[in-house]
């Protein structure tokens, strides 16, 4: 982080080429040919830091964002967030809620987000489509679910997922969006039959797709998932017999892991996305951090909007320290995850869970510039800064305080994305 501080100067076209200090402006200038006037100088109260990266969100559920987290994860799937889904059908329907989620995601420093949507083809394609417009990084999944006996009008066909699957790949790769790609998505093992997850899987695997689903979040679906298939050592067993646990698989939650299936995807290099804020608001469990990491498992923050009533990543960030400080104070743990830490896996981190880290995640020469220039003395800054305050200071009341109102302005490979521009 101390590199932001005493980096004046750099180059950008979308990818970076160069990070030096500003006194080697001039030799700079002649050797990549641009003017004094060509320069962005940043005031003392401003600094860019790397794009953050969401790995698991729901954008469907962004319409019941900040209500409704008051059911454990199973009835609250059943009672409000199923009937919810349903109603994507709906193309007009669709458009509002996800033009909303990808201005707030962006406007809130999301470069890149991995993105849930419903079990519908065409209005996952509309998502597509919406983020293409607004210049977000994403991967987009159309929900596969053939099980669900408690809504069943939230259900498929077992044939219908797979072949609508590949309807929505090949259609969203035909549409050549730049930074748009489809992920496939089985729901979680409760709502998919094995018929369902190997089929997916082999789709997976012939196409050499990316995979997002949710593990162990909660001790009933743990249980629940051992008794609908018993056939399978574990929970990640049930992903990895079918070959949904690969290099390019990012997993929501995995509060509940055991050595040996943390050991399984440390070998595949499958990834775990950490979603603090829902795993305390449905109080599903706490992921022990430093354990995953001690496992070398590759591992992002997400929101899990609408289980996570936040769609802010600096809120990710925040609850993950305070997850990781819960488990200090029940003596679980005896390091706790730093303040610098959590921005990594918010950033950096996220980029290794999306396999991503070779084009984004942090300021490196040779990967795309999605950034976030952040103003500490914005007019409406919902924090202060005192004379005393250095730039570690002031770089950790952003995190901690910082909104929205602090990002002025955000680019994703190179564009500026926020303030919208007139267009979208
Ligand atoms: N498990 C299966 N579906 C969901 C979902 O929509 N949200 C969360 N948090 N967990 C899930
Ligand atoms: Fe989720």
Known sequence: MKLLQVVTTFMLFAKIVFLEQSDQQEQLAEKWGFKASDIRQLSKHEFFMPGLVDTHIHAPQYLFTGTRVDLPLLQWLTTYTFPTEAKYQDSGFAEETYTRVVRRTLKNGTTTACYFATIHTDTSLLLAEIIDKFGQRAFVGKVCMDMNDSVPQYKEITADSVQETERFVKELLEKKYPRVQPVITPRFGPSCTEDLLCALGDLAQARDLHVQSHISETEEEVKLVENMFPAYKTYTDLYDKNKLLTSKTVMAHACYLSE?????????????????????????????????????????????????????????IRKAIMASNSLQINKVNETGLTLE????????????????DDVIGNFEVGKEFDALLINTKASDSPFDLFSADNFEDILQKFLYLGDDRNISEVYVAGKQVVPFSSSV
């Open 260 to 316: 040996e299936e943390l050991k399984l995807f440390s070998l595949r290099g499958a990834a775990i996305s950490h979603c603090p804020n829902s795993n305390f608001s449905l109080r599903s469990g706490v992921l022990n951090v430093r354990k995953v990491l001690e496992h070398n498992v590759k591992l992002g923050l997400g929101t899990d909007v609408a289980g996570g009533y936040s769609a802010s990543m600096l809120d990710a």
């Open 341 to 356: 830490e959590a921005f990594q896996l918010a950033t950096l981190g996220g980029s290794q869970a999306l396999g991503l």
